[in-house]
Protein backbone atom coordinates (compact mmCIF):
# COMPACT_ATOMS: atom_id res chain seq x y z
CA UNK A 1 0.00 0.00 0.00
CA UNK A 2 3.09 2.51 0.84
CA UNK A 3 3.55 2.11 -2.87
CA UNK A 4 0.24 3.72 -4.33
CA UNK A 5 0.72 7.31 -5.96
CA UNK A 6 -1.99 9.32 -6.76
CA UNK A 7 -2.93 8.89 -10.93
CA UNK A 8 -2.59 13.01 -11.73
CA UNK A 9 -0.11 15.16 -10.29
CA UNK A 10 -0.64 18.42 -7.52
CA UNK A 11 -0.60 20.65 -10.29
CA UNK A 12 -3.68 19.59 -12.27
CA UNK A 13 -5.06 20.78 -8.45
CA UNK A 14 -3.96 23.92 -8.05
CA UNK A 15 -4.81 24.85 -10.91
CA UNK A 16 -8.47 24.06 -10.35
CA UNK A 17 -8.14 25.99 -6.70
CA UNK A 18 -6.13 28.90 -8.96
CA UNK A 19 -9.38 28.81 -11.26
CA UNK A 20 -11.71 28.00 -8.11
CA UNK A 21 -10.11 31.29 -6.58
CA UNK A 22 -10.38 33.32 -9.07
CA UNK A 23 -13.97 32.80 -9.79
CA UNK A 24 -15.16 33.53 -6.32
CA UNK A 25 -13.53 36.74 -6.69
CA UNK A 26 -15.03 37.32 -9.71
CA UNK A 27 -18.08 36.48 -8.11
CA UNK A 28 -17.83 38.23 -5.15
CA UNK A 29 -16.91 41.63 -6.78
CA UNK A 30 -19.92 40.97 -8.98
CA UNK A 31 -21.91 40.89 -5.89
CA UNK A 32 -20.31 44.32 -4.54
CA UNK A 33 -21.29 46.11 -7.33
CA UNK A 34 -24.59 44.91 -7.82
CA UNK A 35 -25.26 45.85 -3.90
CA UNK A 36 -23.77 49.36 -4.53
CA UNK A 37 -25.78 49.66 -7.34
CA UNK A 38 -28.72 48.64 -5.29
CA UNK A 39 -27.90 51.50 -2.51
CA UNK A 40 -27.42 53.83 -5.00
CA UNK A 41 -30.62 53.64 -6.42
CA UNK A 42 -32.39 53.31 -2.86
CA UNK A 43 -30.56 56.75 -2.38
CA UNK A 44 -31.80 58.72 -5.24
CA UNK A 45 -35.09 57.90 -4.48
CA UNK A 46 -34.89 58.70 -1.03
CA UNK A 47 -33.93 62.19 -2.16
CA UNK A 48 -36.46 62.45 -4.52
CA UNK A 49 -38.96 61.35 -1.85
CA UNK A 50 -37.41 64.33 0.22
CA UNK A 51 -37.36 66.75 -2.40
CA UNK A 52 -41.04 65.94 -3.24
CA UNK A 53 -41.98 65.81 0.17
CA UNK A 54 -40.19 68.99 0.87
CA UNK A 55 -42.08 71.02 -1.69
CA UNK A 56 -45.09 69.06 -0.93
CA UNK A 57 -45.11 70.50 2.87
CA UNK A 58 -44.02 74.30 1.75
CA UNK A 59 -46.99 74.52 -0.45
CA UNK A 60 -49.36 73.25 1.78
CA UNK A 61 -47.65 76.08 4.16
CA UNK A 62 -47.94 78.69 1.76
CA UNK A 63 -51.60 77.73 1.01
CA UNK A 64 -52.87 77.41 4.81
CA UNK A 65 -51.20 81.01 5.21
CA UNK A 66 -53.16 82.60 1.90
CA UNK A 67 -56.87 80.99 3.07
CA UNK A 68 -55.64 82.36 6.43
CA UNK A 69 -55.80 85.65 4.99
CA UNK A 70 -58.79 85.13 2.78
CA UNK A 71 -60.79 84.99 5.89
CA UNK A 72 -59.62 88.01 7.48
CA UNK A 73 -59.78 90.29 4.93
CA UNK A 74 -63.45 88.77 4.08
CA UNK A 75 -64.31 89.34 7.31
CA UNK A 76 -62.79 93.20 7.01
CA UNK A 77 -64.44 93.55 3.90
CA UNK A 78 -67.51 91.31 3.17
CA UNK A 79 -67.72 92.65 -0.46
CA UNK A 80 -64.65 91.11 -1.24
CA UNK A 81 -65.03 87.66 -0.68
CA UNK A 82 -65.87 86.15 -4.10
CA UNK A 83 -62.63 88.09 -5.17
CA UNK A 84 -60.24 86.76 -2.52
CA UNK A 85 -62.15 83.28 -2.76
CA UNK A 86 -60.59 83.35 -6.46
CA UNK A 87 -57.45 85.15 -6.03
CA UNK A 88 -56.93 82.36 -3.30
CA UNK A 89 -58.15 79.52 -5.39
CA UNK A 90 -55.70 80.68 -8.47
CA UNK A 91 -52.60 80.72 -6.02
CA UNK A 92 -53.65 77.15 -4.57
CA UNK A 93 -53.89 75.59 -7.84
CA UNK A 94 -50.55 76.89 -9.01
CA UNK A 95 -48.76 75.64 -5.73
CA UNK A 96 -50.66 72.29 -6.79
CA UNK A 97 -48.96 72.60 -10.24
CA UNK A 98 -45.21 73.73 -8.47
CA UNK A 99 -45.94 70.67 -6.28
CA UNK A 100 -46.85 68.21 -9.73
CA UNK A 101 -44.20 69.88 -11.67
CA UNK A 102 -41.69 68.44 -8.89
CA UNK A 103 -42.99 65.01 -9.39
CA UNK A 104 -42.66 64.97 -12.81
CA UNK A 105 -38.95 66.32 -12.64
CA UNK A 106 -37.51 64.41 -9.78
CA UNK A 107 -38.98 61.30 -11.18
CA UNK A 108 -36.83 61.61 -14.13
Known sequence: MANLVPASSGSIYRRESRYARGALARLDAQTEIGLAR??????LQAGRAVAVTYVAKRAMQE?????????????????ATSRLQAL?????LE??????????????
Open 63 to 79: VALISQLEAQLSMIIPM
Open 95 to 108: AADVVSQTVRRVSR
Open 88 to 92: GDIAA
Open 38 to 43: IEQAAE
